[in-house]
């Protein structure tokens, strides 16, 4: 099907460790995009990345999109409580509005 | 400016017992979305509307039917709750062209 996997489900770290997140598909894709749910809240879009081997950062956030258009991740460098949360990644099929999610890795940091 | 409501934000039913959950967004998008949630499971898509007047199925349609009354606003209805469509649903709105998708706040329905 159209799913995307994503690894780990969840991730426990220490304040101040690195992490990332994978999202991998078995067919290209045309884009991919990464979306953080805090606890209780409802998901929030990040980012949106479209070229082969893009790579696009957001402060601590670093987003890369494999050469193929067949993974991508999410890393944060130097977690922190806030970043806290759910982090899915989503995928359009070129020519459709139909957008499917991963199931998302859980993200808990230790302060 | 709004962007996507819901309503309502908590609800329990019977089981048998039917309801329509709304969702209206203000930024002349023309997709929406309705999706569940449930632990371990992420976000699955039940419909979606490219367009007013369209619907299409997504991953877990069964149980549910969907109205694109007009441009603003996309209804979920139960017909028939079951237990196990206690879930939380999001609806979500975007633009044309593939972009950024816009979530409501949820409603976190419980069938008992």
């Known amino acids: 099907g159209q799913q995307v996997m994503q690894i780990p489900q969840y991730q426990h770290v220490q304040e101040g460790e690195d992490f990332t997140t994978y999202c991998n598909s078995s067919t290209t894709l045309s884009n991919i995009q990464w979306y953080k749910q805090r606890p209780g809240g409802h998901p929030v879009f990040l980012i949106q990345?479209?070229?082969?081997?893009e790579v696009k950062k957001q402060k601590r956030l670093t987003f890369q999109f494999g050469e193929a258009k067949k993974n991508s991740s999410l890393h944060i460098t130097a977690t922190q409580t806030t970043d806290v949360g759910t982090y899915f990644c989503?995928?359009?099929?070129?020519?459709?509005?139909?957008?499917?999610f991963g199931k998302g890795t859980k993200l808990t940091v230790n302060p | 400016n709004a962007g996507v409501t819901q309503t309502p934000k908590f609800q329990v039913l019977k089981t048998g017992q039917s309801m329509t959950l709304q969702c209206a967004q203000d930024m002349n998008h023309n997709s929406m979305y309705w999706y569940r949630q449930d632990p371990g499971m992420g976000l699955r898509l039940i419909y979606y509307?490219?367009?007013?007047?369209?619907?299409d199925k997504g991953e877990v349609p069964n149980g549910y039917n969907v109205s694109r009354l007009n441009k603003r606003e996309f209804s979920l209805r139960l017909e028939s709750a079951a237990p196990s469509q206690t879930s939380v649903y999001f609806c979500?709105?975007?633009?044309?062209?593939?972009?950024?998708?816009?979530f409501g706040q949820g409603t976190r329905l419980t069938v008992v």
């Open positions: 509307s490219a367009s007013e007047g369209t619907t």
């Open positions: 989503a995928r359009s099929k070129g020519g459709s509005e139909k957008l499917v």
């Open positions: 990345l479209v070229k082969s081997g």
């Open positions: 979500a709105s975007r633009g044309r062209g593939n972009t950024e998708a816009f």
